[in-house]
Nanobody, 126 residues
Framework: QVQLVESGGGLVQAGGSLRLSCAAS????????MGWFRQAPGKEREFVAG????????YYADSAKGRFTISRDNAKNTLYLQMNSLKGEDTAVYYC???????????????????WGQGTQVTVSS
């Protein structure tokens, strides 16, 4: 089993920045990729950014490119999402997710991930 705990959400003004963290524990040794998703009220959960656990290849949704940066610290088993130039439409609950040791090219669908955190609220005021 794997446990994921997000932190770092909060209220920020448009144009500001936040850094989300996701601490992973448990059987993370066979992880293939981790990702960030978000879900706004009344909307489906959507992919934001992903990173392969070995090699650190990153990939982003178009809405995140140029503003968000995903990174990981394998020694600390921690995933990060640096969010800059935040906009009102970035308001959502942000979730981190982990995909087990099954190869996939840039997994972006929620059903491609096996474990989820509880989410952290990000609210951007305009």
């Amino acid at each position: 089993q794997v446990q994921l705990v997000e932190s770092g959400g909060g209220l920020v003004q448009a144009g500001g920045s936040l850094r989300l963290s996701c601490a992973a524990s448990g059987r993370t040794g066979s992880s293939y990729a981790m990702g960030w998703f978000r879900q706004a009220p009344g909307k489906e959960r959507e992919f934001v950014a992903g990173i392969s656990w070995i090699g650190g290849r990153t990939y982003y949704a178009d809405s995140a490119k140029g503003r968000f940066t995903i990174s990981r610290d394998n020694a600390k088993n921690t995933l990060y999402l640096q969010m800059n130039s935040l906009k009102g439409e970035d308001t959502a609950v942000y979730y981190c997710a982990l995909r087990g040791g099954r190869a996939s090219v840039q997994p972006m669908r929620p059903d491609e991930y096996d474990y989820w955190g509880q989410g952290t609220q990000v609210t951007v005021s305009s």
